[in-house]
């Protein structure tokens, strides 16, 4: 089973970009769909943003046109390009492999704030 660890979190004013980062400890290249959740204070975790196969995607509403998704199967890495950061977007972010399967594979998070 591969592990996933997150990186590029971190403090950022309205208005401004990260790129976070999920390596994966092995080839993600069999797993179908990846993902990034988040999960602010107080709330329950919440999809963010699916990759299925090499280039399908989804994303919630509030981050549409604003975040991308992506995967380098080469790297074993997927990645959430933020621009455009809202207040409302701070939150820990978790990357998953098979998000929807039974027993889903979980990073151990990596903060992003917001600051307005």
């Known amino acids: 089973q591969v592990q996933l660890v997150e990186s590029g979190g971190g403090l950022v004013q309205a208005g401004g970009s990260l790129r976070l980062s999920c390596a994966a400890s092995?080839?993600?290249?069999?797993?179908?769909?990846m993902a990034w959740y988040r999960q602010a204070p107080g709330k329950q975790r919440e999809s963010v943003a699916i990759?299925?196969?090499?280039?399908?995607?989804n994303y919630a509403d509030s981050v549409k046109g604003r975040f991308a998704i992506s995967r380098d199967n080469a790297k074993n890495t997927i990645y959430l390009q933020m621009n455009s950061l809202k207040p409302e977007d701070t939150a820990v972010y978790y990357c998953?492999?098979?998000?929807?399967?039974?027993?889903?594979?979980w990073g151990q998070g990596t903060q992003v704030t917001v600051s307005s």
């Open positions: 998953c492999a098979d998000p929807y399967r039974t027993s889903p594979i």
């Open positions: 990759i299925i196969g090499a280039d399908s995607t």
């Open positions: 092995g080839s993600i290249f069999n797993i179908a769909v």
